[in-house]
Every structure is written in structure tokens, then in C-alpha cells.
């Protein structure tokens, strides 16, 4: 696996997993007691960590991509193992 494939597929789990870890924790302005300003929605964060975000994320995906890159080296589980229709 060439060195571009390598950070683009990383990329791919790094901006998954950043999605998945975001909900985590927040907290509205209503949930916090704090005051909201005027316009504002209800449903906006009041304690939104984008480098705690960050970090966490980079960690998971690392993880995951580590299985995944083990996986591909290793061969564990091909393509043939998600052959449902077999004859």
C-alpha cells in the first residue's frame, strides 16, 4: 500500500470517527444553566471543545486504522468472507 493510500484512508476514518465522537459531552445552554443569546438556537452547544474533540478523535482513528492496516496485511478477513451468495 503506497504512502498516499495510506493518509487518505486514515483521512477517511479520522473525519468518521470526528463525527461520531463530536455529540459526546456537549451540553445546550438550557443543560448548563447558562443564558442564551438573542437568535441563538436552542439546540446550540455551550461547551463545544473542538481540541479535546481533536484529540480524542485522533486516538480512536488511529486505532481503528491500525486493525484496519493489520487486517490488510495479515489478511484476516477478505472479500470471499462477505460472499452471501455463494452456489
Do not use: C
Not at 26 to 44: F, M, Y
Amino acid at each position: 500500500m503506497s504512502l498516499s493510500s495510506i493518509l487518505a484512508i486514515y483521512l477517511l476514518f479520522w473525519v468518521m470517527t470526528a463525527f461520531v465522537v463530536m455529540p459526546f459531552g456537549v451540553r445546550t445552554h438550557d443543560e448548563a444553566g447558562l443564558p442564551k443569546i438573542p437568535g441563538q438556537a436552542d439546540s446550540a452547544p455551550a461547551n463545544f471543545r473542538p481540541k479535546r474533540v481533536a484529540l480524542i478523535t485522533t486516538i480512536l482513528s488511529a486505532a481503528a486504522f491500525g486493525l484496519f492496516y493489520a487486517n490488510y496485511v495479515n489478511g484476516w478477513i477478505g472479500v470471499e468472507a462477505f460472499d452471501f451468495f455463494k452456489g
